[in-house]
């Protein structure tokens, strides 16, 4: 059998923070509710979603740094000793990952208030966190509801909706790595999902221009783009459609480097590479991204090209049941150095 969970509702639009309350009632989820924030999106969205739910139930806010499982214990209990029937994260990819790692290993629902475009984890059904080996996604349950608030999503600095291009646009060579497996190692392939991946990829190639002005016209592409890419994940019950050796690279380099760039800008430049391995149109791929001001090399991600080569020579060995381009043995230092310097990443 395959299970495919997906939310219940999709709420995208303006002034949503009062929302979470109506989602609550209608979806009733019980009288007593755990808000996640960062410390950052409690400023932004989080204290106005616990104030306004407030009204009606009995809330406890609880601040999250980072997608560690250190802050998924933390918030586990916390959520256990206030005896939470649900849980809402107000917040970017980390915040979202804990709530849904923690929501699931506890069985309560979760809403999910993205408070930045930068990530498809918004809708998805995993959870990246730190700690369980590399940084790569485990199996969770998808949220219960996902609440876009573009005029929120708005006021996040612009690098964030570009890096959530980089994010989708990745699902160009996931897929290829995907296909490439299913031939290879006979891997289960659903040609559903990996249709409805691309489609998000081939929409932010196309909206590119549109993309790039920033207004809340960008914000709704990018977030349908995310939620799509989501909801692909979840009907292949992984997440090969969304992740393949682009993603590999940037794990790597999560784990080579004390301060990363944003998920979204590495998995972006990533793509450029393995769309390259692919011969596929790397340019292409390359010019979207500079299009919407998304970084397309080593200097752009603030990072020296000796990693950038590192990270591309120990990337297979990161999630070695995965089959990608790279495949059993990656690529040796001279090719990775080839491939970057053919794209121009460095
Ligand atoms: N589960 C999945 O399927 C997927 C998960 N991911 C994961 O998501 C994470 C990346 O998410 P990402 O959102 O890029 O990064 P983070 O969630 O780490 O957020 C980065 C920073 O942005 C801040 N921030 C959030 N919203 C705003 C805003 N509106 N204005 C200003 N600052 C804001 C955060 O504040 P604060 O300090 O308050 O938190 C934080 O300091 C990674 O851990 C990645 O692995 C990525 C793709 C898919
Ligand atoms: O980032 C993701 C999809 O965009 C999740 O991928 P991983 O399973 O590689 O963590
Ligand atoms: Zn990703």
Do not use: C
């Not at 990530?119 to 969770?140: Q, Y």
Request: charged residues 25%.
């Amino acid at each position: 059998m395959h299970l495919m969970e997906l939310p219940r509702e999709v709420l995208l639009g303006e002034n949503l923070t009062g929302e979470v309350l109506n989602v609550a009632r209608r979806l009733r989820l019980g009288r007593r509710a755990l808000v996640l924030y960062g410390p950052k999106t409690m400023k932004i969205a989080g204290k106005d979603v616990e104030e306004s739910l407030s009204e009606e139930f009995d809330v406890k806010g609880v601040t999250i740094k980072g997608a560690s499982m250190e802050e998924v214990e933390k918030t586990m209990k916390l959520a256990s000793d206030f005896n939470a029937d649900w849980m809402v994260a107000v917040g970017g990819g980390s915040i979202i990952d804990v709530a849904k790692l923690s929501a699931y290993r506890l069985g309560i629902p979760f809403i999910s208030f993205p408070t930045t475009a930068s990530h498809d984890g918004i809708a998805s059904a995993n959870a990246s966190i730190k700690d369980l080996g590399a940084k790569t996604s485990v199996k969770a349950r998808p949220p219960i509801a996902v609440i876009a608030d573009v005029e929120i999503i708005k006021t996040a600095p612009y690098r964030y909706l570009a890096a959530g291009v980089g994010d989708i646009i990745s699902n160009l060579t996931a897929v290829k790595d995907w296909q490439l497996a299913h031939r290879i190692k006979g891997e289960y392939y659903s040609e559903y999902a990996a249709s409805l991946s691309l489609m998000s990829a081939k929409m932010v190639i196309k909206n590119a221009d549109i993309i790039r002005l920033g207004n809340e016209e960008s914000v709704r592409k990018v977030v349908k783009g995310l939620i799509s890419s989501g909801v692909a994940m979840s009907i292949a019950g992984s997440s090969r459609p969304a992740s393949g050796a682009e993603h590999l690279f940037s794990h790597a380099l999560d784990m080579l480097l004390e301060k990363p760039a944003l998920h979204g800008e590495q998995v972006g430049v990533g793509t450029i590479i393995m769309a390259y391995l692919h011969g596929l149109k790397w340019e292409r791929v390359k010019e979207t991204l500079k299009k919407v001001g998304a970084p397309t090399n080593a200097y752009g991600l603030g990072i020296e090209p000796e990693v950038v080569i590192k990270a591309l020579t120990i990337a297979h060995t990161i999630r070695p049941e995965r089959y990608t381009i790279l495949g059993r043995d990656g690529l040796t230092w001279e090719a990775a150095e080839k491939a970057a310097k053919i794209t121009g990443v460095i």
